[in-house]
C-alpha cells in the first residue's frame, strides 16, 4: 500500500481545509487510514481514522465536532475535512494505512505501518 497527501495550505483562524489521502497498491477494502498532525517540537498524535469495512471512524478529543473523516472506495481515497481550524491544529499531516485498525477509539501512530510523506497545514492570520 502506498498513499499519498494532498489539500494541506494556509487558512486563517476559523477557516477549513480538506485533505485527502490517495492510496495506491491494494484497496482500501483492506486497510484503515489513520491521519496524523505533528508540530513542530512534539509527538506525533492521532486524529481521526476509518476502518477498512468504513463502519468504524474514531476521532481525537482535540477535533471531535469539527473534523470529519470519510472515505470514496471508488476513488481507493479518504478525507479529512477540517473546520474551525485553530493555531493549535498547525502541523504536519500524514495518513497512514494499516490491516484490523481503527476498531478502537486509541489512534496511535506505532500502529499503522503504511506512511505518506505529509502535507503542511498552517492557521494563522
Known amino acids: 500500500l502506498q498513499v499519498v497527501e494532498s489539500g494541506g495550505g494556509l487558512v486563517q483562524p476559523g477557516g477549513s481545509l480538506r485533505l485527502s489521502c490517495a492510496a495506491s497498491?491494494?484497496?482500501?477494502?483492506?486497510?484503515?487510514i489513520g491521519w496524523f498532525r505533528q508540530a513542530p517540537g512534539k509527538e506525533r498524535e492521532g486524529v481521526s481514522c476509518?476502518?477498512?469495512?468504513?463502519?468504524?471512524?474514531n476521532y481525537g478529543n482535540s477535533v471531535k465536532g469539527r473534523f470529519t473523516i470519510s472515505r470514496d472506495s471508488g476513488k481507493n481515497t479518504v478525507y479529512l475535512q477540517m473546520n474551525s481550524l485553530q493555531p493549535e491544529a498547525t502541523g504536519t499531516y500524514f495518513c497512514?494505512?494499516?490491516?484490523?485498525?481503527?476498531?478502537?477509539?486509541?489512534?496511535?501512530?506505532?500502529?499503522?505501518?503504511?506512511w505518506g510523506q505529509g502535507t503542511q497545514v498552517t492557521v494563522s492570520s
Open positions: 476509518i476502518s477498512s469495512s468504513g463502519r468504524f471512524i
Open positions: 497498491g491494494s484497496s482500501l477494502d483492506y486497510y484503515a
Open positions: 497512514a494505512g494499516a490491516p484490523l485498525r481503527c476498531l478502537e477509539p486509541n489512534i496511535l501512530p506505532y500502529e499503522y505501518d503504511y
